[in-house]
């Protein structure tokens, strides 16, 4: 019955050493938000529910710029499988031009409009002060993390997973240390406590983009072509619009839709405490779906990979093989999870950030159902990031994504939580739906085999 997962052992070590730095870079860049949870939810449950409200934000330019990833690396990954370099510096040029627009047009709104956009997130006006103070800061990171990201992202592609875990890791070392010293105004620096938190962000962001400005120059692997970067042609740029805005409209929308879960919580009696609680469990969250996002981004590279060689006739197999394995490491995570959440995490890391008892209870419940829906999401993730965007099905992923959350999980979540008033179980009972239509649409697509394509032919 599972005889597509005997497939030798040179495709599962290929699929380690492609994952297994991916995994890593992820669980750096989580352990930071980590780490930054903790050193600001030592303040106290305002300033930790703060930051979260604001890291809204944070989160949608973040998404966007995977995005850019991904739109990109669906091409990248093809045009490597063909060992067309060229194509692959005029697919990173479009996405440094676009990165670097978007992310400077959300820093300017963050830094000349800060009270009137985050007034739209919470009308809670002991968080909003605290929440513009980091906002104001910490949009301008990403002027430098965006350009960055789009450059690992196109390494990542290119089967080149380290250099991003080397580049993140050195940004974690800068960020955390920096943030103990001007959270707290330790080594004679000021005590700065959450607009310190926003500092230390972006100067960590501005070393990842000079680490990788000095790799990009010495780098003999894969050299950048200015003349070809910055002067992409007609037919690439047209091409990249087509494959890669819907993966970017759909990363926004789901950010959006992830947000508005966030923004229903801000408006729910005794906001403070379920904010203060999502932004623990949102933290362990990442953690635990590190290893699930590890394997969808390499699903994307591996089936984008085999259909730019010309191999398809092996690809559905592959990706049967692929959505398996991440369903049966999400059953795993989950219920690790599941049983953490009953057991030490109340225990041993809800009193480290200060939680009161009514937070540490919504922690738990929270924790509950992201553990039960594991297994799910963790198929969905990589049959939707890694199967279908990796074999250029972009818009049908996109509409499978996305419709499940806007028209169904978030009209619901709404409904409970602001007219009904019922409390967060039924924010989740929605999630849960959510999961449920996503997979359904997902498997009958994936069946159908219309997604294997290949973009980088003329025409296509």
Avoid at 296 to 306: D, F, K, Q, S, Y
């Amino acid at each position: 019955m599972f005889s597509y997962l005997n497939r030798g052992r040179a495709f599962y070590q290929n699929l380690l050493f492609l994952a297994l730095p991916i995994l890593f870079q992820n669980l750096i860049t989580t352990s930071l938000g980590m780490i930054d949870t903790f050193m600001v939810g030592s303040l106290g449950e305002a300033p930790l529910a703060a930051v979260a409200q604001a890291n809204i934000l944070v989160f949608i330019i973040q998404l966007i710029i995977f995005g850019l990833q991904s739109g990109s690396s669906v091409l990248i990954s093809q045009y490597w499988g063909k060992g067309d370099t060229d194509a692959i510096n005029r697919v990173m040029g479009v996405g440094f031009y676009l990165a670097g627009a978007i992310s400077a047009l959300f820093a300017a709104s963050l830094f000349f409009f800060p009270y009137q956009i985050i007034g739209l997130l919470t009308d809670n006006q002991e968080l909003i002060p605290l929440a513009v103070g980091y906002a104001r800061i910490v949009g301008f990171s990403y002027l430098f993390n965006s350009i960055t990201g789009v450059y690992t992202g196109a390494h990542r592609s290119m089967e080149n997973p380290k250099l991003g875990l080397c580049i993140y890791a050195a940004s974690m070392c800068t960020n955390t240390f920096l943030n103990w010293v001007l959270i707290f105004g330790n080594l004679g620096a000021p005590r700065l406590e959450v607009e310190g938190a926003a500092i230390a962000t972006l100067t960590s962001r501005i070393v990842e983009f000079i680490i990788m400005v000095v790799y990009a120059k010495c780098n003999r692997r894969f050299r950048l072509k200015p003349a070809v970067l910055f002067r992409p042609d007609r037919a690439l740029v047209q091409k990249f619009f087509r494959y890669a805005t819907p993966v970017v409209v759909n990363e926004m929308l789901w950010g959006l839709g992830t947000s508005m879960y966030k923004v229903i919580m801000g408006h729910m009696e005794g906001s403070t405490q379920i904010l203060a609680a999502r932004a623990i469990s949102g933290n362990i969250e990442d953690i635990c779906i590190v290893a699930v996002l590890a394997i969808a981004n390499t699903t994307a590279i591996i089936i984008g990979r085999e259909i730019g060689a010309g191999r398809r006739s092996t690809v559905y197999e592959l990706a049967t093989a692929l959505d398996t394995i991440s369903f049966l490491c999400g059953a795993v995570i989950g219920t690790l999870l599941v049983i953490s959440a009953h057991t030490w995490l109340p225990v041993v890391v809800y009193p480290l950030f200060h939680l009161t008892p009514v937070s540490s209870e919504i922690a738990t419940i929270i924790l509950t159902f992201i553990g039960c829906l594991m297994p799910l999401r963790s198929f969905d993730t990589t049959n939707t990031v890694g199967v279908l965007r990796g074999g250029g099905d972009i818009r049908v992923a996109a509409i499978i994504d996305v419709s499940a959350m806007w028209l169904v999980a978030i009209p619901l979540a709404a409904f409970f939580a602001l007219v009904l008033r019922w409390n967060i179980v039924w924010v989740y009972v929605a999630v849960t739906v959510e999961q449920l239509v996503k997979s359904t649409l997902g498997i009958l697509r994936f069946r159908s085999h219309a997604w294997i394509n290949d973009i980088t032919r003329a025409g296509a």
